[in-house]
């Protein structure tokens, strides 16, 4: 799994943190002390959520079946990519032409 862990976030977020205030101090050393006004907390970032896996097309796909599995256990319904149908056919599947949709 990709990503940071809430604690690394964290440290990061402070480290920038320090980063801009001491970039903020160098600057504001040149120029006149001036009252400063309070910045507003900011709002805690939301965990982004997991991309889903996208949809396949279902216009390129042909649902394909066979009677028997190939091994113990196999698959007996599949959807292949029209480019790939021939090649299923070969191998004992049956293009399914009952639509359970």
Do not use: Y
Not at 26 to 45: D, I, R, S, Y
Not at 94 to 101: H, L, P
């Amino acid at each position: 799994m990709a990503g940071l862990t809430k604690e690394q976030r964290l440290a990061r977020e402070a480290e920038k943190q320090k980063d801009i205030a001491g970039q903020s101090e160098q600057a504001n050393a040149n120029l006149p002390e001036a009252p400063e006004a309070p910045e507003a907390p900011e709002a805690p970032e939301a965990p982004e959520a997991p991309e889903a896996p996208e949809a396949p097309e279902s216009h390129n796909l042909i649902h394909m079946s066979r009677f028997v599995p190939s091994h113990p256990g196999g698959p007996v319904e599949a959807d292949v990519h029209l480019n790939d149908v021939h090649l299923w056919i070969d191998e004992g599947w049956v293009k399914d032409t009952s639509e359970e949709a």
